[in-house]
T-cell receptor, first 113, second 113 residues
Framework: GDSVTQKEGLVTLTEGLPVMLNCTYQ???????LFWYVHYLNESPRLLLK?????KRTEHQGFHATLHKSSSSFHLQKSSAQLSDSALYYC???????????FGAGTRLKVIA | GPKVLQIPSHQIIDMGQMVTLNCDPV?????FYWYKQILGQQMEFLVN????????KSKLFKDQFSVERPDGSYFTLKIQPTALEDSAVYFC???????????FGPGTRLTVL
């Protein structure tokens, strides 16, 4: 089945520094979607951005990611971290033929002043 | 955006009792999910429910667990009997179809004593 690796459990950054959260995945589906969900404390997890197009940058709310099928990666980036970015970030693949969603272990981003 | 509601937000129950967690999914969505998150750990897939049937379940979805959505009402997760290891936050989610964005509820924190 699908699997996701988010190798950093916790990333602590000073405000203003660039953010990069790693995601690598395995899926048998060549046209799977990759998602980043963000989970703020005491809120519902929600979609941050998604992509199924190889080598195309997708952006939302200051974050961006590029799906690289050759390396099975979908790293999340932001040029300048803000205090309000502190949250748990999950990477997840999905496909129209797969009933089971597999989330990565999540990366907790902590932005400090 | 569309909202998923979960009732109750907190539930404390004695081991061995039955508990029902309720989810009000997005109105036109067809796929429904439960996830379990133990404190400090990742969110893990429990079950996918579609058209009145369990389509996929994980190893975490024990025999004591059941799901249903009678006549378009709440989508429920029932645990009978509960065990100490069932203590967790349970998130409900729904999606219009497979492979697309899931919308999550705020979670129900279940404490089994």
């Amino acid at each position: 089945g699908d699997s996701v690796t988010q190798k950093e459990g916790l990333v602590t950054l000073t405000e203003g520094l660039p953010v990069m959260l790693n995601c690598t995945y395995q899926t048998i589906y060549s046209n799977a979607f990759l998602f980043w969900y963000v989970h703020y404390l005491n809120e519902s997890p929600r979609l941050l951005l998604k992509s199924s197009t190889d080598n195309k940058r997708t952006e939302h709310q200051g974050f961006h990611a590029t799906l690289h099928k050759s390396s099975s990666s979908f790293h999340l980036q932001k040029s300048s971290a803000q205090l309000s970015d502190s949250a748990l970030y999950y990477c997840a693949p999905a496909h129209t033929g797969n009933y089971k969603y597999v989330f990565g272990a999540g990366t907790r981003l902590k932005v400090i002043a | 955006g569309p909202k998923v509601l979960q009732i109750p937000s907190h539930q404390i129950i004695d081991m061995g009792q039955m508990v029902t967690l309720n989810c009000d999914p997005v109105s036109n969505h067809l796929y429904f999910y439960w996830y379990k998150q133990i404190l400090g750990q990742q969110m893990e897939f429990l079950v996918n429910f579609y058209n009145g049937k369990v389509m996929e379940k994980s190893k975490l979805f024990k025999d004591q667990f059941s799901v249903e959505r009678p006549d378009g009402s709440y989508f429920t997760l029932k645990i009978q009997p509960t065990a100490l290891e069932d203590s967790a936050v349970y998130f409900c989610a729904s999606s219009l179809r497979l492979g697309v964005e899931q919308y999550f509820g705020p979670g129900t924190r279940l404490t089994v004593l």
